[in-house]
Nanobody, 118 residues
Framework: QVQLVESGGGLVQPGGSLRLSCAASGRIFGINAMRWFRQAPGKQRELVAAITSGGSTNYADPVKGRFTISRDNAKNTVWLQMNSLKPEDSAVYFC????????????WGQGTQVTVSS
């Protein structure tokens, strides 16, 4: 009933920028926190950034100062602006949202590949 649709991944050279987007659709009574995770080959999934319904944000230390998470509650959409990208940022990026349907439901996007390479 609820889907998260992601876009914006691709290939970029070191120092470049990408903007990921994730839009939720379906029977939605409300959305609490929205988050971005990433998983690189051979590594565990890690939290990249999170944003509450009120706009409070948290970032993983490796991306602080380079990434920015934002949301539009009216559009049920969250973005991740990624600047000064490094090769170690290469991973599949997943969107996650705590959605009221009307009970809380943990929704995940399909993932979008980000590759940072010369």
């Amino acid at each position: 009933q609820v889907q998260l649709v992601e876009s914006g991944g691709g290939l970029v050279q070191p120092g470049g920028s990408l903007r990921l987007s994730c839009a939720a659709s379906g029977r939605i009574f409300g959305i609490n926190a929205m988050r971005w995770f990433r998983q690189a080959p051979g590594k565990q999934r890690e939290l990249v950034a999170a944003i509450t319904s009120g706009g409070s944000t948290n970032y993983a230390d490796p991306v602080k100062g380079r990434f920015t998470i934002s949301r539009d509650n009216a559009k049920n959409t969250v973005w991740l602006q990624m600047n000064s990208l490094k090769p170690e940022d290469s991973a599949v990026y997943f969107c996650h949202a705590e959605i009221l349907t009307p009970a809380f439901y943990n929704a995940w996007g399909q993932g979008t590949q980000v590759t940072v390479s010369s």
